[in-house]
């Protein structure tokens, strides 16, 4: 199944101050399409959370975020976390649910009148995400990367029209990171929605986000656009200070690999 959906997600003039150090200033440009992952990658500090934050209506900003044409700053707050779900990087849910009964709260958060179809709905997201065999365990019997999975199932059967998960591969197993993302480049296409995720691995990124918005340190925006037009050697090295080879060919997405730390205490020069 697939849709003709041609929401988009605009975010233009964004600042973000948090204490009294700003964050955001001004960020422009961000256009994230529906029916394909869009990935948010920069270093450690450069404001990703709090650009997904401030998107879902958590963080407090000045500018606009227009999500299928409407400013999301004038619905109020249930129609808005609707629309627009933010997986943070750690999120708690009471250890003593199952799997199961943990994946069907989190439904019933977001329809209420949970019934037949939301029960299949949450059986089908189990499996899709190969947590069956674990659906009658307790949350507290789980491995990091198994909760991780819980999480996401959780943030999937509310299905909002957008989609953030933050860093939302980063307990997984190397299976499990590929067979995640695989899953939400499916859930994007067919429900079409836009899914905006913040990730680390470059490769991972290019490889199934259709679009990449780039944030180097001070919350600049430094690039947009697929993952080939971003991703290349001189950027790496400017947004991240390391040396890096960009392999592709043509018909397969950039591979990053990170070669060395550059650093001005010596060791590899600029
Ligand atoms: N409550 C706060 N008060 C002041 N500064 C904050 C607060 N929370 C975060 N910051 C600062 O805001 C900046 C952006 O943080 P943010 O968590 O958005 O970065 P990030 O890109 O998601 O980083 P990471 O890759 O490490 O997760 C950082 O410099 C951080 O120290």
Redesign the pocket.
Known sequence: MSTVNQATLDVESLSVT??R?P?LERVSGLSARAGEITALV??????????LKAIAGLERYHGSVRFDATDLAELDATERARRVYYLP?ESGTPAALSVFEAVLLARRTSHPTAGQRDLELVRQTLIMLELEPLAERTLDQLSGGQRQRVAIAQAAVREPRVLML??PTSALDLHHQLQVLEWLAAVARQRGIIVLI?I?DLSLAARFAGQLWM?GNG?KVKATGTPRHVLTEDRLREVYAIHAQVEWSDDEPPRVTPLAALTSLGGVKR
């Open positions: 948090l204490g150090h964050v920069g270093p450690n500090g450069a404001g990703k959370s709090t650009l990087q933050d860093e913040a680390h944030l919350g």
